[in-house]
């Protein structure tokens, strides 16, 4: 089916640990985005890239990094996991156009213990 | 999904009523409005969208209204049913921003009540 695909879906990790979340997206759109979301803060961006070879950081981005492998795909990486870094994470993409609309996936829910 | 639970305000609709969903918006520079409903355990998926430009929109069964002077935005739902229990979250874009990154609300979470 056409849309975008993370995984995991579940993680559990200890504090300190690394991991790596994929995102891949099958519908040639441009741009990509990492989101997360907590409890009554809604959805907060920690790094975009507007085409394959750029990224940028958004609104949250310390403590992860972003490599946007080829068109298709989007990974986040934790370094050095925090329990402050629990959390949902979505990945989205985007048809470079007018609209702003974005597809997203179905999450990837991460605990840091 | 499940994580945005307990701080989000609710509303509770009985079935065939119509839901009103409230939005206040931050920036006035802001043309671009989406509404965004996120069913448990699943990403949010686009529902309707609005541009500065315009006071209302029509979808199917669904109404979004835009008050610029309030930087206020509505979803209205006809005739709720159960599968329409879900968080609502209105997403703002900014003008000048030519990346496409939305500003989100925190969230309403609706339940439908038979």
């Known amino acids: 089916n056409a849309g975008v695909t993370q995984t995991p879906k579940f993680q559990v990790l200890k504090t300190g640990q690394s991991m790596t979340l994929q995102c891949a997206q099958d519908m040639n759109h441009n741009s990509m985005y990492w989101y997360r979301q907590d409890p009554g803060m809604g959805l907060r961006l920690i790094y975009y890239s507007a085409s394959e070879g750029t990224t940028d950081k958004g609104e949250v981005p310390n403590g992860y990094n972003v490599s946007r492998l080829n068109k298709r795909e989007f990974s986040l990486r934790l370094e050095s996991a925090a329990p402050s870094q629990t959390s949902v994470y979505f990945c989205?993409?985007?048809?470079?156009?007018?609209?702003?609309?974005?597809?997203f996936g179905s999450g990837t829910r991460l605990t840091v213990v | 999904g499940e994580s945005v639970g307990l701080h989000l305000p609710t509303l509770s609709v009985q079935e065939g009523d119509n839901s009103i969903i409230n939005c206040a918006y931050s920036?006035?520079?802001?043309?671009?409005f989406i509404w965004y409903k996120q069913e448990s355990g699943k990403g949010p998926q686009f529902i309707i969208d609005i541009r500065s430009n315009m006071d209302k929109r029509q979808g199917q069964r669904v109404t979004v209204l835009l008050n610029k002077t309030v930087k206020h935005l509505s979803l209205q739902i006809a005739a709720t049913q159960p599968g329409d229990s879900a968080v609502y979250f209105c997403a703002e874009g900014g003008k000048t921003d030519s990346w496409g990154k939305l500003q989100f609300g925190a969230g309403t979470q609706v339940v439908v009540t038979p």
């Open positions: 920036n006035s520079a802001s043309d671009y």
């Open positions: 989205a993409s985007r048809v470079e156009s007018r609209t702003y609309g974005y597809t």
